[in-house]
């Protein structure tokens, strides 16, 4: 689940807002930041998953970490721009911050019961 949503962030950052950088707001290396970021979330998630087989709370752990990093990253890019995005920056912006918000609900839900599991 991860990693699907780090790729699609990717794609769409990469392949849509910097193409259309003037027609969402957003400055073009704030998206590459972002997007690489993206990449490097979908790599570790990917990575993760296929080659973590136990014990991989500690691997969560960092997912977690990474993916509000990554959100506050986000708002502060939306604070700092707040005067040039359009509205179709933040419609985008603030769905995909949402989504993120629920991934790392979820990912936290799952690392505490990891805890009662054990």
């Known amino acids: 689940m991860d990693a699907l949503g780090a790729w699609l962030s990717m794609i769409l950052l990469y392949g849509v807002l910097v ?3 003037s027609f969402f707001g957003m400055p073009r290396k704030a998206l590459y930041v972002l997007s690489g970021i ?7 998630s990917t990575a993760c998953n296929r080659l973590i087989k ?17 959100t506050v ?13 359009t509205t179709f920056g933040w419609l985008y912006f603030i769905p ?16 505490v019961a ?5």
Do not use: M, Q
Request: net charge neutral.
């Open 19 to 21: 193409p259309f950088e």
């Open 38 to 44: 993206a990449f490097c979330l979908f790599i570790y």
């Open 54 to 70: 136990s014990n991989w709370k500690p691997y969560l752990r960092l997912l977690i970490i990474c993916n509000v990093l990554y």
């Open 73 to 85: 990253l986000s708002i502060g890019y939306l604070i700092k721009h707040a005067n040039h995005l």
């Open 96 to 111: 995909e911050l949402v989504l993120v918000g629920i991934v790392v609900w979820i990912e936290y839900k799952t690392y």
């Open 114 to 118: 990891l805890d009662h599991n054990s």
